[in-house]
């Protein structure tokens, strides 16, 4: 919501874009590899991923906007690398304010200070707080940048139907309707998502109780980029308080409304107004505000059984919804898409069989779940749902005033990438291996090499990494890209690896399969099962 | 613990908690109970001990 007075996209800071629908219909392809339903964050990402892949997308948007209001405002590391792969990377960087810090306080007193870990042998910093509108400006950018993907806005899918080897669409726009034919369907059409109703599925899980307001403020406050936590303040006894800071003078602030609060009226403009000023008396800012945008939100885990019906993914909110704490929501939506952008890259090329797109469930859905017991936690802490929660909470922060053992309770535990330790696609191994090396299924950490990060010398498809020229030239009848690393090298050490070892690095930059002492039919049995079986 | 030093702290605690207002009694036995296990540092020792002080609670 606005202040009176104000258009709905009327806002302090971002000028939104107005897009018409298509107007030469007669020139309009009506069919694609891959038709993308919803033009938000995750849905141009999944297209810029697929052009990546050099496949031909049409995304579709109801809407003839960005996003408003105050939404995903937290990008972590492993989005950024995302973000990165997909060249859309420039302005993100130029706009988005890094953090590692964090601080919780308790009735006044500061209780925790907690820093992510960060390092320069990372490319990027732990978090980047950027608005939504930011961040589909930029990506949208990168997607006009970008002749395999045509966007149609003002777009609605009214229909769909499963025929023969693809799904055909009826899309609906001012003009009128028609049908819209695509091999596969992604449907990044968010939390209430259309094409999950149409097909009749439902998500599944729990819903927490407590209730937030977000309010945005423009204020000149000079507080570094540290995300504050702010439980049982003078001003809010009993509730919970966070507070972000964004580009632009923005700051972010949730609150928890009481069981006892009516949220009507606490969604009255004079009372959120009161509220924050109350916040703001809290943090001792004393100078000038305005109020940007304000809504409500309470905190569930859903998720579907199954992230696929048959030629159509579900990717994002679609698919899954997590509580804001933990900030899971945008990232995990870009992991799906970049997960499913490589994998329909490789089998409509033809160099992979379509058993491929069989891991995009159980991978993704599996970091969902871990998701949801990370942010589940978070949630019990923010949020107590019962009687025990709320004593233990309580008894925790109490204790933490003077004991810092108790204050690391309050620690948000944030986004790490999920390990797809259980995926079709990995192959796990045996051999003795450091306990800091990373696993089959991780992210590839980081690590400085002599011109820039590990992270820039990946390839665009699978890589070997290796240690031993020799090892390299073995696999040159794979396709895949390898990069040969010095055994004494930062990255060797950052990956527990030694002159023998080898890595088999994911188009996503997960870690397919590691080897202590590599040969080349084990390599390339590892790069068959990470493709989902033999080659077509 | 001998049976002197346990009504020792039966006695401190019993002390204690009539210094604090009843309605608060709750929160000072659960910050109690975290500073014990805190200093005992055995996760499933304590574990154990809290199921233990579970039963015969019904009056």
């Known amino acids: ?536 | 613990m001998s049976a002197a030093n346990i009504e020792t702290v039966y006695e401190a605690l019993a002390l204690k908690l009539d210094t604090i207002p009843t309605k608060q009694h709750p929160l000072y036995l659960a910050k109690l109970a975290l500073l014990l296990a805190h200093e005992i540092d055995d996760a499933p020792k304590v574990i154990t001990q809290l199921n233990a002080a579970a039963q015969n609670l019904s009056t």
Not at chain 1, 17 to 45: C, E, K, N, Y
Not at chain 1, 151 to 177: C, E, F, H, K, M
Not at chain 1, 325 to 338: C, E, K, Q, S, T
Not at chain 1, 432 to 454: F, R, V
């Open chain 1, 1 to 536: 919501m606005r202040p009176a007075g104000r258009a709905e996209t009327e806002s302090l800071y971002f000028s939104y874009p107005h897009f018409d629908a298509p107007q030469d219909r007669a020139s309009l392809p009506v069919s694609a590899p891959v038709a993308i339903v919803g033009a938000g964050p995750i849905g141009m990402t999944a297209a810029l991923g697929l052009a990546r892949e050099g496949i031909r997308s049409v995304v579709f948007d109801t809407k003839a906007t960005f996003n408003d209001g105050s939404r995903a405002i937290c990008i972590a590391r492993q989005s950024f690398h995302i973000l990165n792969q997909i060249g859309a990377i420039a302005p993100f960087m130029e706009k988005a304010l890094g953090w590692t810090t964090g601080r919780s306080f308790y009735r006044g007193r500061q209780i925790l200070e907690f820093h992510m870990p960060d390092s320069p042998a990372e490319k990027f910093r732990p978090m980047y707080n950027l608005q939504q509108q930011y961040i589909e400006q930029f990506l949208w950018q990168a997607v006009q940048n970008e002749p395999l993907i045509d966007l149609r806005w003002q777009s609605t899918i009214t229909d769909v139907a499963d025929v023969g080897n693809g799904v055909t669409l009826t899309v609906t726009d001012p003009s009128g309707s028609y049908p819209f034919t695509a091999d596969w369907v992604l449907a990044a059409d968010g939390a209430r998502s259309p094409l999950r109703k149409i097909r009749g599925l439902r998500l599944k899980g729990e819903n927490y109780e407590g209730r937030y307001v977000i309010a945005d403020v423009q204020m000149p406050h000079d507080y570094p980029t540290i995300r504050r936590a702010l439980f049982d303040p003078d001003c809010r006894r009993g509730g919970t308080i966070l507070i972000h800071k964004q580009p632009d003078n923005i700051w972010r602030i949730d609150y928890q409304l009481r069981d006892d609060e009516d949220e009507t009226e606490a969604l009255r403009e004079e009372t959120v107004r009161a509220s924050v000023a109350a916040v703001l008396a809290e943090i001792d800012y004393d100078g000038p505000w305005d109020l940007e945008w304000w809504s409500v939100y309470s905190a569930n885990t859903l998720a579907l059984d199954d992230y696929r019906d048959g030629r159509i993914f579900f990717i994002g909110d679609s698919a899954h919804i997590v509580p804001i704490f933990g900030v899971r929501g945008l990232n995990n939506g870009l992991a799906d898409a970049h997960n499913i952008a490589w994998k329909l890259g490789w089998v409509l090329r033809g160099d992979a069989p379509v058993t491929l797109l069989d891991s995009y469930s159980p991978e993704r859905r599996g970091a969902t779940l871990d998701v949801f017991a990370n942010a589940s936690k978070s949630a019990r802490f923010m949020t107590p749902p019962t009687a025990g929660w709320q004593l233990m909470r309580d008894a925790a922060l109490n204790l933490a005033l003077d004991h810092p053992f108790a204050g690391q309770l309050a620690n948000p535990r944030q986004m790490t990438p999920y390990t797809y330790a259980d995926s079709p696609l990995v192959t796990n191994d045996e051999g003795s291996w450091s306990k800091t090396a990373p696993l089959p299924g991780a992210a590839l950490p980081d690590a400085i090499l002599e011109t820039g990060h590990l992270s820039d010398h990946l390839g665009q498809g699978f890589t070997l990494l290796t240690f031993d020229p020799e090892l390299a030239k073995s696999v040159g009848h794979l396709p895949i890209g390898t990069l040969t690393l010095p055994a004494d090298s930062p990255a060797a050490q950052v990956l527990g690896a030694t002159a023998r070892s080898a890595f088999l690095i994911r188009p996503d930059s997960h870690i397919a399969a590691r080897w202590s002492q590599a040969t080349p039919s084990q390599i390339e049995a590892a790069f068959t099962k990470s493709i989902g079986g033999p080659r077509p």
